[in-house]
């Protein structure tokens, strides 16, 4: 397993967004997370990267103890993730955003970037290498020089799952890939995610509404409600289970 998540609590203060929260993550899949309207999905994914703080329970990546370390810490063990709302540089180009996933990679010191001198040159060609690979799985050509705030909002969210994919990612946490989009744009975003699986042998996690999109690609599925675990397993199995119907999928 890449994720293994024990007796996870989160708590704000006397509300409870977290309940005794178990599962793992297979290495290799797309699993996915859903639950209506504040169950808790984002809360998850922000325990996994460090932005939340757990009262108590573990998360573990490959057999690493996430709980206590720093998102940014996170960020180089090959964890990166896509947000609900877009989070990008919007005065900066497409390719300016996705450079800047590959910051983990740079190892030179300060002195060698500023005057761009030796292993600085040898990075920012890999860097801009890594980028360029990306754009061209994405298919981002005619965009990548455009300033990212002038674009269509689609080509915002993939400019976003661009700038986590030149991260080299091995566990790619994805919040809300069709949110505001349209059918063909949901349409393409699932197709680039089962390439990314198939492809680029990443493993996957998704929090999503749209539920033709989950059972379309997801290998896995965890349902919340309330902050709880009210089910999980195959989304054929998922699809029939009395609770999820009843408190997700609607009688």
């Not at 757990?54 to 057999?63: A, K, Q």
């Not at 960020?75 to 993730?81: D, E, M, T, V």
């Not at 680039?192 to 690609?217: S, Y």
């Amino acid at each position: 397993m890449m994720l293994e998540i024990e007796s996870l609590w989160l708590n704000f203060g006397g509300i409870t967004a977290l309940s005794d929260i178990n599962f793992s993550i297979e290495e290799g899949k797309i699993s996915s997370i859903i639950g209506p309207n504040g169950a808790g999905k984002t809360c998850l994914f922000n325990c996994i990267t460090g932005i939340y703080k757990t009262r108590m329970g573990s998360i573990r990546f490959l057999g690493r103890e996430l709980v206590g370390l720093k998102p940014y810490q996170i960020s180089k063990l090959k964890i990166a993730r896509t947000f609900q709302n877009v989070e990008l540089f919007n005065k900066l180009t497409v390719l300016d955003n996705l450079l800047l996933g590959r910051h983990n990679s740079i190892k030179s010191s300060f002195l060698m970037s500023g005057i761009f001198w030796g292993k600085a040159c040898s990075e920012e060609t890999e860097n801009r290498r890594r980028v360029e690979e990306v754009i061209d799985f994405l298919e981002m050509e005619k965009w990548s020089k455009h300033i990212v705030g002038n674009l269509p909002y689609g080509i915002q969210k993939r400019t976003e799952l661009g700038r986590a994919l030149s991260m080299n990612p091995k566990l790619l946490l994805i919040d809300e890939v069709s949110s505001g989009m349209n059918a063909e744009e949901t349409e393409d975003m699932s197709r680039f995610i089962l390439d990314i699986k198939e492809e680029m042998g990443i493993t996957i996690i998704l929090v999503e509404h749209d539920m033709r999109v989950i059972m379309d690609i997801s290998d896995w599925i965890m349902v919340l409600d309330f902050g709880k675990k009210i089910a999980d397993g195959p989304p054929e199995e998922v699809k029939k289970d009395p609770m999820v119907i009843r408190s997700y999928l609607g009688g």
